[in-house]
């Protein structure tokens, strides 16, 4: 059984990863061409996925079930959006 806390942060990982993912490629596409910045937004949001799982692994650990389900479902849009938009450049 889901924990109201646990789908709160889930919630509010995913709408924060997607607003970061908004910022960046509005960052990117006015310094550059929308080839550029999606592979530099897809190594950001790797990144990202990365810092994200070991924190969230950290935080649950601690039994913060919130703030891990919140930092579980931070990269989950950025990487999959930014994954979108390479598909559709390249295929």
Do not use: K
Request: include cysteine; charged fraction near 10%; glycine fraction near 10%.
């Amino acid at each position: 059984m889901i924990r109201t806390e646990t789908l709160a942060g889930g919630i509010g990982g995913l709408a924060t990863g997607y607003v970061l993912w908004l910022v960046a490629i509005s960052i990117g596409e006015d310094l550059t061409t929308v080839s550029s910045w999606s592979v530099a937004v897809l190594l950001l949001s790797g990144v990202l996925a990365v810092c994200a799982v070991l924190g969230g692994l950290l935080l649950r650990w601690r039994s913060n079930h919130l703030w891990a389900a919140f930092a579980f479902g931070l990269p989950i849009l950025p990487v999959a959006l930014t994954l979108a938009v390479l598909a559709d450049l390249y295929i």
